[in-house]
């Protein structure tokens, strides 16, 4: 059995229980953070902790943990559960006021719920989509207008999810006007005439942490970045496309709504750019 944190606890998972009222289970008043995991070791570590101190400012919350504590909780469920490859998973929410409202209740009086568990996942690295690529579908973008805030509000998303299962695709890109934003639970990309594009960042897409690394390591390698919209026709006559997220890292996308990109297998620049991210993040995970 897991061993969980839960404010201030590590306890086993089974006797980890939060109120009914919690204003992350009756209104997803609560963010998130995943952060991957590699030989033990915590892939940026750092930026996740940025991008959470951002998303609780943006809902007006306090973070009531430092980095040093965060940090330190990260290493002991690594420790306490063998993770060697696999995620740990943070929620924050803004508490149970012992009744449901919608006013924000007095963060005074009301202590935020703290969360963390691990995931195991040994195939982390070699999982069949990065060697095969996946399957995307495109659907209208249905989300609330702050997407750059990483907040537990995924039912959308996870509706793109079954909907992309029901035609044996693996995900969904979502589109507004006409336009890409992301896939549900990632960042999305194109290659065309050698170029990297991607969405710029915006309200309308979440700030991936892996799009930052990979767009760094793209430039330190001269491979030329474009960042603006891009539509489904667009993609599905691109050299290569591909999606980043902090447990998919750099995946290919080799086919759109039923159609192949290129010949319909991952394309070198995809696999180049998956092996530059990963060689050099586990150079600096910690
Ligand atoms: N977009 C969305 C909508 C996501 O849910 C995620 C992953 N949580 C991402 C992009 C990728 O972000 P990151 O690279 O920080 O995992």
Known sequence: MRTVYLNGSFIPENEAKISIFDRGFLMSDGVYEVTSVIERKLI?????FHRLERSLFELDMKNPLTKEVLLSIHKSLINKNGVNNGLIYLQ????SAGDRDFVFPDPETTPQTVVLFS???ENLLDSPSAISGIKIISIEDQRWGRRDIKTTQLLYPSIGKMMAKKVNADD??????GYVT?????????IKNGKIITRAKSNDILHGITRAAVLRFAEEAQMEIEERNFSISEARDAEEAFITSASS???PVVSIDG???ANGS???MTQRLREIYLDESIKTAI
Do not use: C, L
């Open 44 to 48: 940026d570590f750092e930026g996740h």
């Open 92 to 95: 924050i929410t803004r508490g």
């Open 119 to 121: 995931q195991n996942k």
């Open 172 to 177: 969904a890109w979502m589109v507004q006007d």
């Open 182 to 190: 992301e896939g549900t639970s990632n960042n999305a990309y194109i």
């Open 249 to 251: 890292f750099v995946t």
């Open 259 to 261: 159609q192949n990109i």
């Open 266 to 268: 991952p394309g070198p």
